[in-house]
C-alpha cells in the first residue's frame, strides 16, 4: 500500500505568538506608577524610602522626588541615588502640598503615589501586587488601595493601623474617618491632575484631596478597588500636641464642608463615644 504524507497546517498567527512579550503572553495589564516622595530636611529617614522604591522587581515605575530646597544632609542623599531616580527638584516652596502638587504636575504614569520619606513598601513585589489588581481590557479604576502597617524606625512591624479600608469604598466612606491611608490610595494620575491639592490647608488637604478625587470618581463612574493587601509600611511619629489640635480641627471643616455640618457633628460624636469604650 502506498504511503500518505499529510502536511500539518500551523496556526495562522503562529508567528504572532513566538514574538509576543512576557506580558502579552499572560495578557496583562502593566500600568506604569509615578511615586512621588517630599522631602524636607529628611536625612534621617530617607535613604529606607528611595531603597524601598528603587527594589521594586515591577519595573514600570517612575520615581519622582520633590525637595524643599533642604539645608541638611537629604540632598547629599538624593545625589547618590541620581541614576535611579527618574525626576529630581529641589527649590523652595509654599509647604507640603505645593511640593505634591509639583510632583503631580511631573508625573507621566498611570497612577500616582504619595511615599512619605520614612515609609516604604513592605515588600519587593508590592507593586506588582497593585499591578495584578488591574484587570485585562476593563477601564482601569479611579483607585487601587489597600492596607497599612505602623513601623518603628527600624522597619519592625508595631501595629495594623487602626482605620481599615473597607471592601468597597465610595466618597462617604470617609465619613468614619480617613479609612485608607493617604501613602495606600494610589490615584489615576488623570484624574489627579484634575484635582490638585487645596493649598488653603495646612495639615488635611490629604482628606480633602482622596475625597475629591473620589468624588470625581463616582461622576465618571468610575470603579475603585482594594487590593486586599498591606502595600505600605507607615513609620510610626506624631505631630506635635499643637499642630495635632489644629490638624483635627481643619479635619472637622474638611468633612463639614463635603458632607454637611450637622452630619459631622454627629459622626464626631460618635467618634468620642467609640474612644471611650475602647478604653
Not at 489597600?146 to 495594623?160: A, N, P, S
Not at 491639592?197 to 470625581?216: E, G, N
Not at 505631630?239 to 464626631?268: C, D, Q, W
Request: charged residues 25%; aromatic residues 10%.
Amino acid at each position: 500500500p502506498s504511503l500518505t504524507i499529510r502536511r500539518a497546517r500551523l496556526p495562522k498567527n503562529i508567528l504572532t505568538c513566538i514574538i509576543k512579550s512576557p506580558e502579552e503572553m499572560h495578557n496583562h495589564p502593566t500600568p506604569k506608577f509615578s511615586i512621588i516622595t517630599v522631602t524636607y530636611h529628611a536625612e534621617a529617614v530617607l535613604e529606607d524610602t528611595i531603597q524601598s522604591v528603587i527594589s521594586q522587581t515591577y519595573h514600570h515605575v517612575e520615581y519622582i522626588l520633590v525637595d524643599g530646597a533642604s539645608k541638611d544632609g537629604t540632598l547629599s542623599i538624593i545625589d547618590r541615588y541620581r541614576d535611579r531616580i527618574t525626576r529630581i527638584v529641589s527649590e523652595p516652596d509654599k509647604g507640603l502640598y505645593d511640593a505634591m502638587n509639583k510632583g503631580i504636575q511631573r508625573a507621566t504614569g498611570q497612577y500616582v503615589l504619595f511615599l512619605n520619606a520614612g515609609d516604604t513598601f513592605p515588600s519587593a513585589d508590592t507593586l506588582e501586587l497593585v499591578a495584578e489588581s488591574v484587570g485585562e481590557g476593563e477601564e482601569p479604576p479611579a483607585v487601587l488601595y489597600g492596607d497599612t502597617d505602623v513601623v518603628d524606625d527600624e522597619g519592625r512591624f508595631l501595629r495594623h493601623r487602626r482605620l481599615s479600608p473597607p471592601r468597597r469604598l465610595t466618597w462617604r466612606s470617609f465619613m468614619k474617618g480617613m479609612l485608607v491611608c493617604h501613602q495606600a490610595f494610589y490615584a489615576r494620575t488623570d484624574l489627579a491632575k484634575a484635582t490638585p491639592y487645596d493649598l488653603h490647608y495646612r495639615f488635611s488637604a490629604d482628606v480633602d484631596w482622596c475625597i475629591r478625587i473620589m468624588r470625581l470618581a463616582r461622576r465618571r463612574r468610575l470603579p475603585m478597588r482594594n487590593v486586599g493587601a498591606v502595600v505600605v509600611n507607615f513609620l510610626d511619629g506624631g505631630m506635635t500636641t499643637t499642630n495635632h489640635r489644629a490638624s483635627l480641627k481643619e479635619r472637622f471643616h474638611v468633612m463639614a464642608h463635603h458632607y454637611g455640618f450637622v452630619p459631622t457633628v454627629i459622626m464626631h460624636a460618635w467618634f468620642v463615644v467609640r474612644s471611650l469604650f475602647k478604653k
